[in-house]
């Protein structure tokens, strides 16, 4: 079956301070995978995406992800945070099939951003 | 730019009164999605369309109905409110994959009250 684990609930950086942010999936075929963040309030606005050649992907806003499939990891990253960096990320694995396509969401992790 | 609309936005409602959540897109998407989810917490969907006349309960269950008599429209209806459907309601679309295009779309949201 299809799960995403996302194991920090919660992270908090410092203005300015590297981050990543870290994605696990479970998927018997080739993965989607997808990052999302969430303002409070709003819905989801994609941050990137990965279907297949290069692993490492350049999202919007400065992110980026790695896909390693020998870990099953797809890990957000940033090299310099801001305060609007401030939200909740979603990391989420499509499975598509004949009859349609199917979304997996990780539970989430809030980020926190101290001046 | 996603174009993917839901009205209300915000909806204070009292128990036993039927409403109904508007989701519209005008990219001509075959596939939405709704999804149910808390405050900080994970999206869990309750229906899907993979086009119109075809509706798909989810993985979790919910006492709402929805229907897809247009293309760009998918309205989630509660015919009786209860205080246990407070909640935030996403709607998300996606078309069928082709042309580099698979992520999920969503809308604002709609945060409901209900007392």
């Known amino acids: 079956a299809q799960s995403v684990t996302q194991p920090d609930i919660h992270i908090t950086v410092s203005e300015g301070a590297s981050l990543e942010l870290r994605c696990n999936y479970s998927?018997?075929?080739?993965?989607?995978l997808f990052w999302y963040v969430q303002s409070p309030g709003q819905g989801l606005q994609l941050l990137l995406k990965?279907?297949?050649?290069?692993?490492l992907v350049q999202g919007i806003k400065g992110f980026e992800a790695e896909f390693k499939r020998s870990q099953s990891s797809f890990n957000l990253r940033k090299p310099s945070v801001h305060w609007s960096d401030a939200a909740e990320y979603f990391c989420?694995?499509?499975?598509?099939?004949?009859?349609?396509?199917?979304?997996?969401f990780g539970t989430g992790t809030s980020l926190t951003v101290i001046p | 730019e996603a174009d993917i609309y839901q009205t209300p936005r915000y909806l204070v409602i009292g128990t036993g009164k039927k409403i109904t959540l508007e989701c519209s897109q005008t990219?001509?998407?075959?596939?939405m999605y709704w999804y149910q989810q808390d405050p900080g917490m994970e999206l869990h969907l309750i229906h899907y369309?993979?086009?119109?006349?075809?509706?798909e309960k989810g993985d979790l269950s919910s006492e709402s109905t929805v229907s897809r008599i247009r293309t760009e429209h998918f309205p989630l209806t509660l015919e009786s409110a209860r205080p246990s459907h407070t909640s935030q309601y996403l709607c998300?679309?996606?078309?069928?994959?082709?042309?580099?295009?698979?992520?999920?779309?969503f809308g604002p949201g709609t945060r409901l009250t209900v007392t």
């Open positions: 990219m001509g998407h075959d596939k």
């Open positions: 998927y018997g075929a080739t993965p989607y």
């Open positions: 998300a679309s996606s078309p069928t994959p082709g042309g580099g295009s698979y992520e999920q779309y």
């Open positions: 989420a694995v499509g499975a598509y099939h004949d009859t349609g396509n199917q979304f997996y």
């Open positions: 990965y279907f297949s050649g290069d692993t």
């Open positions: 369309s993979y086009g119109v006349n075809s509706t």
